[in-house]
């Protein structure tokens, strides 16, 4: 990243459409789900800085519970908008934000600033799907951001963690830096290297490195 961003850099971003949304699965959420959710059913998924990922209504789909956190309201209307499911607003004063929740309950999409975001607000997770997230925060917040990751996933949690190659900036997580964060307690597996397809390499990604990290 060429410059730290903040949470309101982000909401703007939204709000001016200048984010890498993709309107498909990400190829690697395609090969990879099944080592996340492991046979199981009805598996509680968290998504951090989740925007509007069409993998949650995917999970939700399969009958699986799906919890995201995003700064950008925009895009948490549009996802239940665009996927034409019904949803009501409550607020979160703990949070200082907002909790759009599916009307069945199963999505659950809170508007906050992520590092207010922690376990006392939904406990601990099966399954965390992390496309991008970990790379798209600034290099000076990441091992709080594992911090907050490490403290909700649950026993035998398995988290998908997928960093971006970028054209115009060296890769700031690396395998060493993952082994190092998810140390005690957890294993680290750097799975599978794919080659961007051209949807991705219109925002000048390369290719995605995918980390499978468990709690043991």
Not at 35 to 57: H, Q, T
Not at 77 to 102: D, M
Request: aromatic fraction near 12%; charge should be negative; proline fraction near 1%.
């Amino acid at each position: 990243m060429e410059e730290n961003m903040t949470v309101d850099m982000w909401a703007k971003a939204w709000e001016e459409g200048k984010t890498s949304h993709l309107p498909e699965l990400c190829n690697v959420f395609t090969k990879h789900f099944d080592k996340m959710l492991n046979s199981r059913k009805k598996v509680k998924c968290f998504v951090p800085l989740c925007g509007k990922a069409v993998e949650m209504k995917w999970l939700w789909d399969k009958g699986h519970e799906v919890v995201g956190v995003e700064c950008g309201e925009v895009a948490l209307k549009e996802f239940f908008e665009e996927n034409k499911i019904g949803c009501s607003l409550v607020q979160i004063p703990e949070l200082k934000g907002k909790l759009y929740k599916s009307d069945d309950g199963r999505i659950r999409l809170y508007c906050c600033d992520f590092y207010l975001f922690n376990s006392t607000i939904e406990g601990e997770f099966g399954a965390v799907w992390d496309s991008g997230a970990l790379n798209a925060i600034n290099a000076t917040d990441q091992e709080k951001y594992v911090a907050i990751i490490k403290s909700l996933m649950g026993n035998k949690c398995v988290n998908l963690t997928v960093i971006d190659d970028v054209t115009d900036w060296e890769i700031s997580v690396n395998y060493d830096k993952m082994k190092t964060w998810f140390n005690d307690g957890f294993s680290v597996e750097a799975n599978d290297y794919v080659k961007a397809n051209k949807s991705l390499e219109s925002f000048g990604i390369k290719g995605q490195q995918l980390y499978i990290i468990s709690k043991k």
